[in-house]
C-alpha cells in the first residue's frame, strides 16, 4: 500500500524545466550496461514488421493503407516512408521472453505481433478520445484520416491481434490468447478509469496506480512473458515474467506521465502540456494534490476552477506552464520520478524467482534501464 503521506515527496521546488531530463535517478550499475539497448529494441521491431505487415496486409481497403500510415510505413499521401513507428518496447519483450525457455526468439514473433496489434488499437481508440492531434510526430489518424477509420481500423487491429496466435493452433497459442485476452480487458478497464478521472476533482494515489497497472502495466505483462509461453513456459515462469512487466510498465507510466506534462514535444512527438491540456489525473497531479501545504492546496483551487471553466480550451502556454510549475513545487514531479524507480527495482527484483541464462537476465534490466531514461 502506498503512504499518501509519502506522495508529497520532499517539498524542494525542481529546477528542471521542459525538455531536461526528468530526475529519475539512473539505475545502478548492472550487467545491463554491457547491454545495446538500440540493437534489442530493432531485434524486436525486425523480427515483428514482416508478420505485422502481412497481418496489416489482410485488411480491407482503405483500412490497409490507413494502418500502414499510423505505423510509419507509408505518408500521409500514400507515399513509402521510413523511420516513423513507436519504439518497439513491446516486441522486444516478447521476442526476449522466448529465450527464458531456450527457445530461439523467432519462436515470441507471433506474441510480439499480437501484442503490438493490440497496443496499436489501444492507441488508435486513445487519440480519438483524447482529442490528440499529433503522435509520434505525425498527425494521428484520426486527424489525417477522419474517426470513423480511427474506430473501424484500431477494432480491425485488436481482431487481428487474435487471428495471429490462433492461427498457429497450439495449445501454446491457446494459453497465450487467454493471457493476451485478460490483459485487453484489464487495458480497457484502465482507459475507462482514467477518463473518468478526468471528470473528477480528487483521486488518490492508490487509484492512479491501480488504473496505471490496467492501462499500461497489463500489456507490458503480457509482452513480457508471451514468447515464454508460445516456448512452453509452464505458468509459475510465465506469471513472474507478468510481474516483471506488470512493475516495468508501471515505471514505464509513471515516465510517460512526467513526458506528458515535462517531456519536449520534439523527442515525444506530441503536443505540449498534452496530459494538462486533457485534465489528466496522471501520477505528478495526483500526487502533488495528495501532498498538502500551500503549493498543492493553490493547486487543488486552480483545478477545480479549471474543471468548471469554458474556456480552458483556449489557455495560453503560460497558463499550462504555471500549473506544471505548481505540481513540481508541491512535490508531484520528484515523487512520480521516485515512483519510476520503485517500481524499476520490483520489476528487476521478480527476474530473481526464475533462472535463466544470464545475457537474457542482462537484455531484461537493460530493457528496464530504457524505460526509466527514456525521453520519448
Ligand atoms: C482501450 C484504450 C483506448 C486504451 C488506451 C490505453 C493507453 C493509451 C495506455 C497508454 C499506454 C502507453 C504508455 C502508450 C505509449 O506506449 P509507447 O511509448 O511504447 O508507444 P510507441 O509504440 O509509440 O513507442
Not at 47 to 61: C, E, G, H, I, S
Request: glycine share 10%; net charge negative.
Amino acid at each position: 500500500m502506498l503512504d499518501q503521506q509519502a506522495a508529497g515527496g520532499p517539498r524542494t521546488p525542481g529546477t528542471a524545466t521542459r525538455g531536461e531530463t526528468v530526475p529519475t535517478v539512473p539505475p545502478a550499475e548492472t550487467a545491463a550496461d554491457a547491454v545495446d539497448v538500440t540493437a534489442l529494441l530493432e531485434r524486436g521491431r525486425t523480427l515483428a514488421t514482416p508478420v505485422l505487415r502481412a497481418a496489416v496486409d489482410r485488411l480491407a481497403p482503405p483500412m490497409d493503407t490507413v494502418s500502414a500510415y499510423h505505423f510509419g510505413w507509408i505518408d500521409a499521401e500514400g507515399n513509402p516512408a521510413a523511420g516513423g513507428g513507436g519504439k518497439a518496447v513491446r516486441p522486444a519483450l516478447a521476442v526476449l521472453s522466448a529465450e527464458v525457455t531456450g527457445a530461439a526468439p523467432e519462436v515470441g514473433i507471433p506474441g510480439a505481433v499480437a501484442v503490438e496489434l493490440v497496443h496499436n488499437f489501444s492507441l488508435l481508440h486513445d487519440d480519438l478520445m483524447d482529442g490528440d492531434e499529433q503522435r509520434r510526430h505525425r498527425d494521428t489518424v484520426w486527424k489525417v484520416h477522419g474517426p470513423a477509420q480511427a474506430i473501424l481500423v484500431g477494432d480491425a487491429l485488436f481482431a487481428l491481434a487474435n487471428e495471429v496466435l490462433l492461427e498457429l493452433g497450439s495449445v501454446e497459442a491457446g494459453r497465450a490468447t487467454r493471457r493476451l485476452t485478460s490483459a485487453t480487458r484489464a487495458l480497457i478497464d484502465g482507459q475507462a478509469q482514467d477518463i473518468s478521472y478526468e471528470h473528477r476533482d480528487r483521486v488518490s494515489v492508490e487509484e492512479c496506480l491501480e488504473m496505471e497497472g490496467n492501462k499500461t502495466g497489463a500489456l507490458l505483462a503480457c509482452a513480457s512473458s508471451i514468447g515464454a509461453v508460445l516456448g512452453g513456459a509452464d505458468d509459475r515462469t510465465a506469471d513472474t515474467l507478468e510481474r516483471y512487466g506488470y512493475h516495468l510498465g508501471l515505471a514505464f507510466q509513471a515516465v510517460d506521465d512526467l513526458l506528458g506534462i515535462w517531456g519536449d514535444p520534439v523527442s515525444t512527438g506530441k503536443q505540449t502540456w498534452s496530459d494538462l491540456r486533457q485534465r489528466k489525473k496522471s501520477l505528478p497531479v495526483v500526487a502533488a494534490l495528495a501532498a498538502g501545504g500551500p503549493a498543492s492546496d493553490q493547486l487543488g483551487e486552480i483545478l477545480a476552477a479549471d474543471a468548471k471553466s469554458s474556456d480552458f480550451e483556449n489557455f495560453s502556454e503560460e497558463e499550462f506552464a504555471a500549473r506544471a510549475a505548481l505540481i513540481e513545487e508541491a512535490g508531484g514531479r520528484e515523487w512520480t520520478a521516485e515512483e519510476a524507480r520503485r517500481q524499476y527495482t520490483t520489476a528487476i527484483e521478480a527476474l530473481d524467482a526464475i533462472d535463466m541464462p544470464d545475457r537474457v537476465r542482462a537484455r531484461f534490466a537493460a530493457l528496464a534501464d530504457f524505460v526509466v531514461v527514456r525521453k520519448r
